[in-house]
């Protein structure tokens, strides 16, 4: 029997430049899981925001088990039984587990003083409930994203809501992370509570959905029961259009070797990696969350050191001590997480363009700032970000706007290496496909990118070779004809190993 938990009535709401929300209606049955999906900046966290309490609606109702509520703030939300996982990480690097997981809800004892001995052994008690192998002080900075994310479920769920929000969840997790997310969704779900869930992975919608919805520019398309339709269905209700295929791949021709990699090493985190890459290609890096990608890409990039091991950009070493030196020798890197290297919330889209680009705009001792202006908004109309004007607060851009944002800023530096650390994150299909072909362009021009993805169709799609890593050991290199999901992970998962594999 159906029994509707949540329901949101002729909701409207604007920004400044934008209708984000215009007259939705949507319920949320108990016990049941609600998929909310749509393109970056349809009005998903939004919606979703409102009824946390961030945001007040313009008009429109909430009410929850029939009965209308007023939600002021996210305490007020907590009152009314709903929690929400956010999809931007917002977090205080110095922040310790502890404080994180209680801030907000910090609980008093008798003599009204915060009950630190009470936190301590909550969180170590949850700690050990969910084998996590930090303690209550580690400080979040110590932490990987997927280790914050984690916490962050934790922390949601911990509230024992009947309604939890989960806006893009699974977005820096490891596939183990997201079984064990999905085994407590059940869970929740057979002890009766509701669960509105954004993703853009369609893999993980069908999987976990009752409900799917489809919003499209601010508007609800559609509201169907899981069984009742097709992932192509729910794509075509997203983009308002048929995609002719989802990777753009064109065949470049190889140059001459324009990077490598000899034996890099730094003690823990990877051992002995040696690769290449010539103008004109895209090199896939592939392998389980913690495998060492990321660590080996930082200290390509500059940002980690290494004990061992050399770089040679055209045959000639190069030093990449600093950040500084490798921009200037052409290798240039964006970051899996963008909160902590990619933006600067406050400031507008333009000056987040142009903060890592000053130098191209500076001349004969001017800041041209019409050329700057230019370059910048061609970038982004090409890049379809969506932003009321180039002076919005980054921080107001939908998450997968925000992401556009970071990749504008370092395709106008030019770089002829670009090292993309899960680029298509939390980007929705549409705007996948614009990077893609961008990606492609940029090759055209005698010059290479280094993709590290955990999306193994992403990486099949668009690379010309694929590295395989498992445990900070590089397992081989495959070519497009060897491109196999099953060898790939196979050798992420370190059962097999292709040797000998130079490919010159
Ligand atoms: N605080 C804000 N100030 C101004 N505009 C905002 C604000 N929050 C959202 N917007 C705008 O509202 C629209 C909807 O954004 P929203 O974040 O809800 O999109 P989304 O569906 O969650 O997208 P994504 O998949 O990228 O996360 C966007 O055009 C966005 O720029
Ligand atoms: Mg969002």
Redesign the pocket.
């Given at each position: 029997m159906e029994e509707i938990k949540l329901k949101v009535s002729k909701i409207e709401k604007s920004?400044?430049?934008?209708k984000?929300?215009d007259n939705i209606n949507f319920s949320v049955q108990k016990g049941t899981v609600h998929v909310l999906c749509?393109?970056?900046?349809?009005?998903?966290?939004?919606?979703m925001?409102i009824i946390n309490g961030v945001?007040k609606p313009d008009a429109g109702t909430i009410a929850i088990d029939g009965q209308k509520v007023e939600i002021k703030n996210p305490i007020q939300a907590r009152a009314h039984g709903i929690s929400m996982i956010f999809?931007e990480l917002n977090y205080i690097p110095e922040m310790t587990v502890e404080e994180s997981l209680f801030v907000g809800r910090l609980p008093v004892n008798k003599f009204h003083k915060v009950d630190w001995k009470e936190i301590r052994k909550r969180t170590l008690e949850l700690l050990k409930a969910e084998g996590l192998p930090y303690s209550p002080t580690t400080q979040l900075k110590d932490l990987s994203v997927s280790d914050i994310q984690m916490l962050e479920i934790l922390k949601a769920i911990s509230y024992k809501s009947d309604i939890i929000i989960m806006?893009?969840p699974t977005s820096a997790i490891t596939d183990k992370e997201v079984a064990l997310l999905f085994e407590k969704i059940d869970k929740l779900k057979k002890n009766g509570a509701s669960i509105i869930y954004?993703s853009?992975k369609m893999d993980e919608i069908f999987k976990i959905a009752d409900e799917i919805t489809v919003?499209r520019d601010?508007s609800v398309i559609e509201t169907r029961n899981k069984d009742d339709i097709t992932i192509d269905e729910v794509i075509a209700l997203m983009v308002g259009r048929e995609l002719s295929s989802e990777y753009p791949k064109e065949e470049v021709p190889m140059g001459d070797e324009i990077l490598e990699v000899r034996n890099l090493t730094s003690p823990g985190n990877f051992e002995k990696v040696s690769f290449n890459l010539k103008d004109g290609e895209i090199v896939g890096f592939a392998g389980l969350m913690g495998a060492g990608r990321t660590e080996i890409m930082r200290a390509v990039f500059g940002l980690d050191p290494f004990t061992e091991g050399e770089i040679l950009k055209r045959g000639k070493p190069i030093d990449s001590s600093t950040v500084e030196k490798s921009i200037k020798n052409g290798v240039v890197m964006l970051s899996e997480d963008r909160r902590r290297f990619g933006i600067i919330p406050v400031r507008g889209v333009r000056e987040n363009v142009s903060l890592a680009n000053l130098k191209k705009f500076f001349y004969r001792g001017h800041l041209h700032s019409r050329d700057e202006a230019k370059v910048i908004q061609d970038i982004c109309r090409q890049m379809n970000v969506?932003?009321?004007t180039m002076d919005?607060?980054i921080?107001?851009?939908?998450?997968?706007?925000?992401q556009k944002v970071v990749l504008a800023k370092w395709m106008i530096n030019d770089p002829e290496i670009l090292i993309m650390d899960e680029p298509t994150r939390?980007?929705?299909i549409g705007a996948k496909f614009e990077i893609y072909k961008l990606m492609t362009s940029f090759v055209k021009k005698k010059k290479a990118i280094i993709m590290v993805s955990s999306e193994l169709p992403e990486l099949i799609g668009m690379c010309d070779r694929i590295y395989v890593m498992s445990k900070g050991q590089l397992m081989g290199c495959l070519t497009r004809d060897e491109f196999s999901q099953e060898t790939i992970m196979k050798m992420a998962t370190g059962v097999m190993k292709k040797e000998s594999d130079n490919e010159n």
């Open positions: 920004f400044p430049g934008v984000a929300l749509g393109e970056n900046g349809a009005g998903k966290s939004t919606l925001k945001y999809q806006d893009e954004i853009h919003l601010g969506k932003t009321p919005t607060s921080s107001s851009l939908s998450g997968g706007n925000q939390g980007i929705d």
